[in-house]
């Protein structure tokens, strides 16, 4: 009984530092000067994909058998398929679920407002925004098909390889900090930083003060979530390899899965959006240039599974939006390849 309390509690305990991580981000982003969308792409990605990595870097860096390194390994591949196919879901499902909230509220009005595709006022707010998406996910299918085609093959200087996708993230991060000019129009007034409620210019310390304490609760949460997991789903009758593959990480993911609830319910779609596809970049780079140089990066039928379906929802996403037909109903059936994943992995782990 106490796994499920801790559980629950953990997980109430990642929403609401999220809450108060994506309000400290944004004053964080403005301090620093840098482009609205690289707000979600990099300072929050960064932020909640960083201590994913440390995990990954602690299991194939110390883990004494082959087992204890895989884990990092099944981290790098199980945390970019979360992210394509449960965090666009979630924020697809969030959307429709905002779209008859405010139905409702102006149904008087009526009208073109409440246009369900994502390029349309009520989502996104412009096509460069769907633009913008697509140029990001390219950039991931890229990065990610030649990581799985690594995990497939053998040859002596594969490790090297591993500091390619790091150098890889820099050139995107440059790029994403870059942008000023392509932010479209802004998402609404910052609100007031938790830490200084009655401030209109927060000092730069509380700030960094409150974004610093979330991230570290957001990491001993989101690390106690995952080890109430691995207890519970042997108690439900699932096997260590199924908790791993399919629990852990959707619980790794969490805090993405958080922010862009929590931003979509504020009305910043393109902050969520670009949170998500921010976080798969460093997912597909970082965590992987450390199993090519920590590892021997071979993958077996689960992980290429992994990888399959990963690639499979980002191309239906990529075709959407290169159809302009992506719609949060769409987005949301993006969630459907983990079910797909789910059903797959039966006969392989048989």
């Known amino acids: 009984m106490w796994h499920f309390v801790l559980l629950i509690a953990c997980a109430v305990a990642i929403y609401l530092s999220c809450e108060w991580f994506v309000n400290a981000v944004e004053w964080l982003g403005q301090r620093l000067n840098v482009g609205k969308m690289a707000v979600g792409s990099i300072l929050a990605a960064f932020g909640t994909a960083l201590p994913e990595s440390v995990v990954t870097l602690v299991a194939v860096t110390t883990g004494a058998t082959q087992d204890a390194k895989d884990i990092g390994v099944g981290a790098a591949m199980g945390g970019p398929l979360a992210l394509a196919t449960v965090a666009y879901g979630v924020t697809g499902a969030m959307l429709l679920y905002r ?8 149904v008087p009005a009526g009208g073109s407002g409440a246009s369900e595709n994502l390029a349309g006022p009520a989502a996104l707010g412009a096509p460069e925004d769907t633009a913008r998406l697509a140029r990001d996910q390219k950039w991931f299918l890229a990065v990610f ?101 399919l629990l852990s990480p959707i619980a790794t993911e969490l805090p993405e899965i958080m922010n862009a609830i929590i931003w979509v319910r504020q009305g910043k779609v393109r902050l969520a959006l670009a949170n998500i596809s921010g976080a798969m970049m460093i997912q597909a780079t ?9 590892t021997d990066w071979h993958f077996d039928g689960a992980l290429t599974w992994s990888g399959i379906v990963t690639m499979v929802a ?37």
Not at 149 to 155: D, E, P
Not at 168 to 182: C, N, P, T
Not at 286 to 294: D, E, I, R
Not at 318 to 338: K, S
């Open 99 to 106: 779209k008859r909230i405010l139905a409702r509220e102006l």
């Open 145 to 245: 098909v030649f990581k799985v085609t690594l995990g497939l093959v053998a040859f002596a200087f594969k490790p090297v390889l591993g500091l390619l996708f790091f150098a890889v993230y820099l050139l995107y991060f440059a790029k994403e900090m870059s942008r000023q000019g392509d932010d479209g129009g802004e998402d609404g007034e910052l609100e007031p930083l938790k830490l200084q409620p009655n401030a209109a210019s927060p000092a730069t310390w509380a700030v960094l003060a409150q974004t610093a304490a979330t991230l570290v609760v957001i990491f001993i949460a989101s690390q106690l979530f995952v080890h109430q997991l691995d207890a519970i789903g042997p108690m439900i009758g699932l096997s260590g390899t199924v908790t791993a593959l």
């Open 314 to 350: 980002i191309v239906y996403l990529l075709a959407t939006m290169a159809a302009h037909r992506l719609t949060p109903a769409r987005l949301a059936v993006a969630g459907l390849f983990y079910l797909v994943f789910a059903i797959g992995l039966v006969p392989i782990l048989s």
């Open 286 to 294: 970082v965590p992987s240039g450390l199993g090519l140089l920590f």
